[in-house]
């Protein structure tokens, strides 16, 4: 009888050691996440705006308007300080040059409460998802106007207006720039700038990123382009000239300032 009294109250000892265990188990912490917005402003220069269809000389002498500008930024990156990143899911953001601040400007969710020391991103899509249309996230969507009529895949950058050259007189032609395909994809990584060398980010803290992306650029960057002589991406000579204008665009962006709020 003390035997199976004994066995009895060390099983209960046994019960309420488990109840314990199971009360004192602490939930682990939430990863705390905050957010940022970029805004990418289209500027003729790093001193002047861009208004549609406005005329402004190109690198190389032509006077030139834009009617429309569109352009992919994906697979965004933050970087921290020590070299580690966050890179934002299904990152696809159609930029349209100078409609309405909308259409310039993403907020990138769910970042990881830290410090933030520079941005990555591509201009254009990636291969895996340029390799098909079928299945569309972000910004990638048919309705966009930035697939191709006669292949797979997207327009990386979108451009149509008029142009000029010299002299003055000259009638004003029709350019049309579709810039994609896997040899056009460019990757621009910038560092904050020095009056904001790092960005925290967190529930409390929504920084505000503030871009300039020089339009002009893509007739002269690295490269001054001909438009006179390159007014058509449907031209058989424009496959020469597309990687130029690509390297045109990965040159054409700055951050000019990061509200840190």
Not at 86 to 103: G, K, Q, V
Not at 176 to 194: C, M, N
């Amino acid at each position: 009888m003390k035997n199976k009294l004994r066995l009895s109250y060390l099983i209960l000892l046994s019960g309420l050691g488990l109840l314990s265990c199971k009360k004192d188990k602490v939930k682990p912490a939430e990863a705390k996440q905050g957010s940022m917005e970029v805004h990418f402003d289209s500027r003729r220069s790093l001193t002047e705006d861009f208004v549609v269809n406005k005329n402004y000389l190109n690198a190389n002498n032509d006077s030139v308007s834009f009617s429309t500008f569109k352009y992919f930024i994906s697979n965004v990156e933050l970087v921290r300080p020590d070299g580690t990143t966050f890179a934002e899911p299904n990152s696809y953001h159609l930029i349209a040059a100078a409609n309405t601040p909308a259409s310039e400007t993403f907020t990138i969710a769910n970042i990881p409460d830290g410090n933030y020391s520079k941005i990555r991103f591509r201009v254009g899509v990636d291969q895996a998802r340029n390799s098909s249309t079928a299945t569309p996230v972000g910004d990638l969507d048919k309705d966009h106007d930035m697939t191709w009529d006669w292949n797979t895949g997207y327009t990386f950058v979108f451009a149509i207006g008029k142009f000029k050259s010299a002299p003055a007189s000259a009638t004003f032609l029709d350019f049309t720039y579709q810039i994609g395909k896997d040899a056009q994809y460019r990757t621009v990584e910038l560092a904050f700038p020095s009056e904001t060398p790092t960005a925290q980010i967190d529930e409390m803290h929504k920084p505000k990123m503030h871009l300039h992306a020089n339009i002009f650029d893509i007739f002269g960057g690295p490269n001054v382009i001909d438009v006179k002589a390159n007014s058509n991406s449907n031209l058989p000579q424009f496959s020469t000239v597309a990687p130029k204008i690509a390297d045109n665009y990965a040159q054409m962006f700055r951050i000019d300032h990061i509200h840190a709020h």
